[in-house]
């Protein structure tokens, strides 16, 4: 009998030992959870810290008053926010996200000058795309769509869709009002149909009914808690600032004089130089901007654009005149579209690569490119099959400005593309921001 007693007694002492491991077990593994939750919770914290900094940084040089509308959502609910807003007008867009490994992301939307890019954010989904709905006469090409899915790392693209070309349209149509419209949402249809196949048939809020646009700088300062005149390293320098109030009032002098004395500077009648656009930024890379006016307002003959540049002995100068739609690149040329086009080609635009000298102003004009589609060639530019050495169906050519008579070669798409490269590379396209031309924008050159 002892001898159960005494079994019987050891188990109970057993199961006592094992409850109470168990129990210190349980609370082994509660102190782990939570630090688990206060790590990631730190980490989260130290994300979105990076992340508002990172924005900061970004926005800070263009702080000085011009963000017209800004909106800060957290679209993928993950406690990191991302920034919409848009600088000088509705068209020059931003929508900012942010990864911890990958870090800042920045989408810049090509945006037809004719419209702004809406941007549309789903109301149930981490998802965003951006549509712009511009086009030209007889196409309906510059309706584009790109859309982003929100995530950890910021946003991923996950599809874009382009608009259809106007089928059997007339001139008629772009005459009546009514035809037109017909056309317009037909088209416009058949392009959302596009988007809809991507981001599906959820609902979609405009960011232009969600955004902040009376006070949109101090909006995104405040829901970021941040202060956009810290970042010291993204501003200039006091003496710095001070020579940029100095060029900044030189250019608004030139600007002023423009705007009442349009005569003086170029082709026209018009009483104000209304209707012309302007931009300022650092052409040459020197760290003085540059004032660049588009002429515009006046027959094609007379359209030019001059840029002037600023120096502390002379102030602003007349750097050179250039073609009105050139753009400009850090490598130090200048891609200049032809105003009209005679080849018939739709490929590329026609267009001129020149050299920029800016120390005497001059430009030397180096190579013509435009292409010729075997289904649309002019009898006059016609298509030849022995020069469509990839049979695509398309020829590039390149004629050599640089010799006394002018020659031309024929090139695959490869060869073309590779040629440009070393010329015109799109990352090194100088971001010029042109606005009107008129006396509350000039005010503002500060």
Known sequence: MKKYVSLIMVFVMLLAFSACAGKENEEQLTESQVQEEITESEKSDSTVKAACKAYGEFIAPMADGNITKSAVIDLDKNGVPEVI???????????????ETEGLNVIEPEIYSST??????????????????????????????????????????????????????TEEVWQDSELFAEYDKKYDKIFDDKVKEIVGDGEFVSFFDICEDENAQEYIEKKLAIDFAEFGEALPSEEESDNLTQVMEAYRGVLEDIYANPADYYDTDSEFADGNTFAIGDINGDGIPELCVRFENAYVAAMKAVVWSYDSKEGAYKAFEHGVIDEFYATGYIKSDAYHNHTGGETIWPYTIAELDFEDGSIEELYSFWSIEEENAFPDRPYVAEDDADGDGVIYYMGDLTEEEFSQQALTEDEYLDFIADYIPENEKIQLEYTELNPENIEAVR
């Open 85 to 99: 807003f848009t600088y000088y007008g509705d068209h020059n867009l931003y929508i900012l996200s942010y990864g």
């Open 116 to 169: 702004p890019a809406e941007v549309y954010i789903s109301t149930s989904e981490p998802i965003l795309y951006y549509a712009d709905h511009g086009h030209t006469q007889g196409t309906a090409s510059y309706h584009k769509a790109e859309c982003f899915r929100a995530g950890a790392e910021g946003f991923e693209l996950i599809g874009t869709a382009e608009g259809d070309e106007w089928a059997d349209v």
